[in-house]
């Protein structure tokens, strides 16, 4: 092995760890509730529609401040994610608007930080865009 190789294998475990540390455990965001709306229910490829989310607590309080982001992915190789920010329109009630460019199953995610700064990974569900006919 040459030192290169070797520094190399030092330094892995310490760049998995930092990664790591950007995902929230089970505890930090356990207690968030999203509730998901999408105008139109199914949206046309390369279209813009819009998502709508109310971000809540535990006791069902609304959470306002949060910086957030939805992300929307296919489960094909190649396919580059959708990120859009998601802005808030009153409070805890977020909106954004995403123009899918591909007909078929989508999976949105909502991210970021809440406003206490605690992270979130939310998976919000599974969607199918249709094409334009
Ligand atoms: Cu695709």
Not at 77 to 103: D, K, N, S
Not at 107 to 112: A, E, I, K, P, R
Request: proline content about 8%; aromatic content about 6%; charged content about 20%.
């Amino acid at each position: 092995m040459t030192s290169r190789a070797a520094a190399f294998g030092a330094l892995l475990p310490a760049v998995l760890l930092m990664t790591s540390c950007h995902r929230p455990s089970a505890a930090t965001d356990y207690d968030v509730v999203i509730e998901w709306k999408m105008a139109p229910a199914v949206p046309l490829v390369d279209r813009e529609s819009v998502g709508e989310f109310t971000l809540l607590d535990r006791s069902r309080r609304p959470l306002p401040g949060a910086t957030l982001q939805v992300e929307g992915r296919m489960q094909h190789p190649g396919m580059a994610p959708l990120i859009e920010p998601a802005r808030e329109h009153g409070p805890g009630v977020y909106v954004t608007r995403l123009t899918f460019t591909m007909a078929g199953a989508w999976d949105l995610s909502v991210t970021g930080s809440l406003r206490d700064g605690q992270r979130l990974r939310r998976r919000v569900g599974g969607l199918l865009v249709g094409s334009q006919e």
